[in-house]
């Protein structure tokens, strides 16, 4: 039976900023594979490409920060962070930011409604992914504004196709402007492949 990947959209999502710090730089990125896995003991896993720089901190200082975004967070939140990566740009720089107990980022409470701090207890190798199982070592509620879904982002957040003509990615909104898309095209923003892209037929 054929899969129809549009299912896996159905799926409620929330999207995180996850920070952190090797010392001599912050960094960021959006994440939407944050799962509290128990309760007791405090248990939360989180998924991220082993191509983003954010991976490689992580996985050598086992420390991180998720700042969950809410509705008031803005799509210039989500391109400066999840668009480009930390080993060419300061994605923090000129951000307002604080730091939790332990020491890492933590961006600003008008796009983030809780955070919680973590520490990696284990890894699981998914191939392209790692899960990073953590303990929390600090959590914290900043305000009652609803948390943002990945439904709502492509809904009211993110914007539309304005090309003509081309693809674009139903993960981040790229946009590839040509007739054919190569069946090797990989999306400079987000890492999906070609599956994940649809034609554009009229804006």
């Not at 199982?133 to 993110?158: I, R």
Request: proline share 4%; hydrophobic share 35%; charged share 20%.
């Amino acid at each position: 039976m054929a899969i129809d990947k549009s299912a896996l959209f159905k799926i409620g999502y929330g999207l995180y900023a996850v920070t952190c710090s090797d010392g001599a730089k912050d960094n960021a990125l959006i994440v939407n594979t944050v799962i509290q896995i128990t309760d007791t003991p405090l248990r939360v896993s989180v998924t991220i490409n082993k191509a983003n720089f954010s991976h490689d901190i992580i996985e050598a200082t086992g420390k991180m920060n998720v700042c969950c975004l809410s509705e008031a967070t803005p799509f210039e939140v989500f391109e400066r962070l999840g668009f480009h990566s930390g080993r060419d740009t300061d994605k923090l720089k000129d951000m307002l930011i604080w730091r939790g107990e332990n020491g890492l980022p933590l961006i600003s409470c008008e796009y983030m409604n809780a955070f919680m701090s973590l520490n990696v207890l284990d890894t699981v190798d998914f191939g392209t992914h790692t899960m990073f199982v953590c303990e929390v070592s600090q959590a914290m509620s900043c305000t009652d504004e609803p948390s943002m879904t990945y439904a709502y982002y492509h809904a009211n957040v993110k914007p539309k196709p304005k090309a003509k003509k081309g693809y674009v990615c139903k993960i981040c909104g790229y946009i590839y402007e040509g007739d054919t898309l190569p069946d090797d095209f990989i999306c400079p923003w987000c890492k999906h492949g070609v599956s994940y892209f649809e034609p554009i037929t009229e804006v």
